[in-house]
């Protein structure tokens, strides 16, 4: 329970994004169990995170950010000096959403 003052809202914003990187996407929702203040924004919450859920990537996307990551961090070489080679990357489903990706 944190008393509120001014600052409480930023405060609390910042603790959970520096917390919790890896979901900083997802939208932060404050309400109020005891006057039930603002829970009927967790319904609209829930239907933006199913449509991104449910939603399709286009392969040349995929493949765009698949290229910078291979120039940002190149795959490892197998134990004989030979490069991994990554060709491309396909989004074959949306329900949970599965990438694959093909390499030699």
């Known amino acids: ?3 509120k003052d001014e600052t409480t809202y930023d405060k609390s914003v910042k ?5 919790l990187p890896q979901v900083r996407w997802a939208p932060i929702i404050f ?4 006057t039930g203040q603002r829970v009927g924004k967790i319904y609209g919450a829930i239907d933006e ?3 991104a859920h449910r939603k399709r990537i286009s392969t040349a996307i ?16 197998k134990r004989n000096g030979a490069q991994a080679k990554i060709y491309y ?7 949970p959403p599965t990438i694959v990706v093909f390499v030699n």
Do not use: G, H, M
């Open 1 to 3: 329970v944190v008393d």
């Open 15 to 19: 603790y959970f994004r520096s917390e």
């Open 31 to 34: 309400i109020s169990a005891a």
């Open 49 to 51: 995170a199913l449509k």
């Open 62 to 77: 995929l493949n765009e950010v698949l290229r910078d990551a291979i120039l940002w961090q190149p795959p490892p070489a």
């Open 89 to 95: 990357c396909n989004q074959v489903s949306t329900r």
